[in-house]
Every structure is written in C-alpha cells, then in structure tokens.
C-alpha cells in the first residue's frame, strides 16, 4: 500500500473543480478491550466494497474515491486501510 502514490493519483485526475482530498488511515491496535493483539488478518468483501464506492460517488460533491486495504500478516501498528475521497468541498 503506498498513500502517497495513492494521493499522486486521484490528485492528478483533470478535474477543476476538485476543492478537497480527505484522506483517512486505519492501523493496528495493541488492544482489543482487555486482550493484547499480536496480529491481525484482514478479509474484504471486494463485491460489496465495490457496490459501496460506486454508490458514494454518485452523491453530489463527491469526484472520486480510492481505497487500498491490506491483506494478512499484519502486526500492530501496521497500516490496515487508506481512504481518499476527493470532492468538491469540505461539506461533502
């Protein structure tokens, strides 16, 4: 997962009226309640996923939405998921 390259790509989209690139990042916690965690695996479902984005960007404002989610063999502190949305303004 590379957010930089990421933020390269959707920020290089043609778009003029592009006002805004949120961006969010999940990682890693070293606690689930009261247990410790040593690791995490991640399992998407990449069908509902994609029905999610494409219904988030028919909403008024939103010009695009990137999403990378890491696969297994995580430990804590690891990036889990990065999430660009780019818009029109900060409102949407």
């Given at each position: 997962m590379d957010l930089t390259g990421m933020i390269a790509d959707i920020?290089?989209?043609p778009i003029s009226r592009a006002a805004c690139c949120y961006v969010t990042?999940?990682?890693g916690a070293a606690c689930a309640g009261r247990r410790k965690v040593r690791g995490l695996r991640v399992?998407?479902?990449h069908k509902r996923l994609s029905r999610?984005?494409?219904e988030q960007k028919t909403?008024?404002?939103i010009i695009d939405?990137?999403?990378a989610i890491a696969r297994s063999g995580l430990a804590?502190?690891?990036d889990?998921?990065?999430l660009i949305v780019r818009g029109t303004s900060a409102k949407t």
């Open positions: 920020a290089d989209t990042m999940g990682c399992a998407v479902d999610i984005l494409a909403r008024a404002g939405i990137r999403v804590v502190g690891d889990v998921m990065f």
